[in-house]
């Protein structure tokens, strides 16, 4: 697997994972190193593009699960209380860390596991930036 | 003195002789050329003459072409060669020369090294201190031999202990997997549910010894039974604790609530508590009623279950909301029911089965599956399991598992 980062300037600062190859058993923790690396620099806006992202196993959920709760934990003003009566409710997306292009077998995995359900997936990087 | 005596005179061991005797050496030697890598003679040969080197290098190989072939000196100009095999009483070589570079050469017969010892006895003194100074040398050596073999033998010995180690270490985790395996394969369902008007199969099939999938039957009240088929995140060991853990805590669960989605909240709250390594758990848990044949289910971040009408017909189950257990406080999950008609099939499996690859890694997918069940479910529901993992076997190879399998089928009487 290969990240490629770059940095786009919406309403805030975003920086984008372009990830290429599968994230699975072998790869989940280069992606979780990765992230962790960026989010200590004061990385707090991040949007994962999936578009050369051919597969997502379990391991690549735990990852991407996990980025998200680092996300939340590191921005203060989103109580735990919220996000889980938000989660409960179905009103909450994370506001720092947004998923793009997933293919059709990547989104299928997504939706499997419910991670559409606290993370917004967007067909665009563009739109995926403008949105935080 | 002209150039051949010159060169004899410069010889250490013929340095003392006299003036008569270098002309007639001189005049009587016979001056050889060999190019560079000229076997001189063979270690074993029967030997009838010595040499001087007058110019260039000579290596002297003891063994040469076997394992232990070993270079036990290099001679040079003024020294000479040969002379053992004239002392010696059988006659033979007692090693391999060979030129190391361009070199000349004065060859001596037997004959000739007698007569000389004969006319000049005190060479023979002369003689016998560089025969001595190279015993000597040769002595070392030998010793020097022993020693690094010696060492090469002890480091062998050391690797072999440390493999030798190795093995037992080996075999005793694999004796523990075993274990673990027996112990793992215990915690699930010894027999399928008996229920009249019911068929029920299941198959599960770990990548390695252990592994984070398990599928559960739970007698509960009124004639209901909860039905559960997960996959712990992750392989080997530290999924199949999790699958153990959470198991249990199904059973405990499910005993208290007859409401699939109370269950599964309960069992994700207990998650919590018992979990710190981010590891999470996929379930698809049901209760069915065997009056009504409703079967009313939550899914967890599982797959959807394939519903097969008695004739052939996939019924797609609604998909429903359903995050996954052990990362969340509240998850969102909800319930979904759908009916098992008469003749009806119900399979409920992990993503281990869809995910299967083929050798250009294409995935078995839900497609394949929903034919493969939609073809054998006329058949009992055990063989359906069978069946269905035959056809991955096929599809995928045994030794090309890359994850846990688990099949669970219902058929309605």
């Avoid at chain 1, 992230?35 to 391991?59: C, F, K, M």
Wanted: proline content about 4%; aromatic content about 6%; glycine content about 8%.
């Amino acid at each position: 697997m290969e990240i490629r980062v770059s940095h786009q300037q919406g309403r805030v600062p975003v920086t984008v994972f372009h990830v290429k190859g599968e994230i699975n058993t072998e790869t989940h923790e280069q992606l979780q190193t990765q992230a962790e690396q960026v989010i200590q620099t004061g990385t707090r806006h991040l949007v994962l593009d999936l578009a050369e992202v051919p597969y997502v196993s379990s391991y690549g959920i735990r990852a991407i699960s996990q980025i998200f709760t680092w996300l939340r934990d590191a921005s203060p003003g989103e109580s735990a209380e919220t996000v889980s009566k938000g989660m409960r409710d179905g009103t909450f997306k994370s506001s720092h860390l947004k998923l793009v292009n997933p293919s059709h077998r990547v989104l299928a995995v997504l939706t499997t596991a419910g991670i559409d359900m606290f993370l917004e997936i967007h067909s665009d990087l563009e739109q995926a930036v403008a949105s935080f | 003195m002209n150039e051949t005596e010159l060169m004899i005179s410069r010889v250490p061991l013929f340095a003392s002789l006299p003036g008569g005797e270098l002309e007639y050496l001189a005049a009587t030697l016979r001056p050889l050329e060999v190019a560079p890598g000229t076997i001189l003679f063979c270690e074993g040969d029967y030997g009838d003459r010595s040499y001087v080197i007058v110019a260039g290098q000579f290596e002297v190989i003891e063994a040469m072409g076997a394992a232990d072939e070993r270079l036990v000196g290099v001679r040079g100009p003024g020294e000479f060669i040969g002379e053992m095999s004239l002392l010696n009483l059988d006659g033979r070589r007692t090693a391999t020369v060979r030129a190391a570079s361009h070199a000349r050469l004065l060859e001596m017969t037997r004959g000739e090294f007698d007569a000389l010892l004969h006319r000049q006895p005190m060479m023979a003194y002369e003689m016998v201190q560089v025969l001595n100074a190279r015993l000597d040398a040769s002595h070392h050596n030998a010793i020097r031999d022993l020693e690094e073999k010696n060492r090469q033998l002890m480091q062998a010995y050391e690797e072999l202990e440390a493999a030798q180690a190795q093995i037992i270490e080996k075999g005793k985790l694999e004796q523990e997997l075993q274990v673990a395996h027996k112990i793992q394969m215990s915690i699930l369902p010894r027999r399928l549910p008996n229920v009249k008007g019911f068929d029920f199969g299941a198959r599960i099939r770990p990548m390695r010894a252990v592994g984070g999938d398990f599928f559960d039957f739970i007698p509960l009240d009124n004639g209901t039974i909860g039905i559960a088929v997960g996959d712990a995140s992750g392989h080997g060991v530290p999924a199949a604790l999790l699958m153990a853990l959470t198991v249990t805590l199904l059973r405990a669960e499910a005993c208290r609530d007859c409401s699939p989605g109370r269950v599964l909240a309960g069992v994700n709250r207990q998650l919590l508590n018992l979990n710190d390594e981010g590891m999470f758990v996929t379930i698809l848990y049901g209760v069915l009623n065997c009056a009504t044949h409703e079967f009313t289910y939550t899914r967890a971040g599982h797959e959807l279950p394939v519903l097969c009408s008695a004739d052939g017909q996939l019924n797609n189950p609604v998909s429903g909301r359903g995050q996954l257990l052990g990362l969340f406080a509240d998850p969102m999950l909800d319930e979904q029911t759908v009916t098992l008609g008469p003749g009806s099939l119900l399979l409920v499996y992990t993503d281990g089965v869809i995910e299967a690859r083929d050798e250009h890694a294409v995935a078995f997918g839900e497609e394949r599956l929903r034919e493969a069940v939609c073809t054998s479910h006329q058949l009992p529901a055990q063989l359906v399991c069978d069946r269905v993992l035959e056809q991955l076997t096929t599809y995928s190879g045994i030794d090309a598992q890359r994850d846990d399998i688990t099949l669970v089928c219902v058929l309605a009487g």
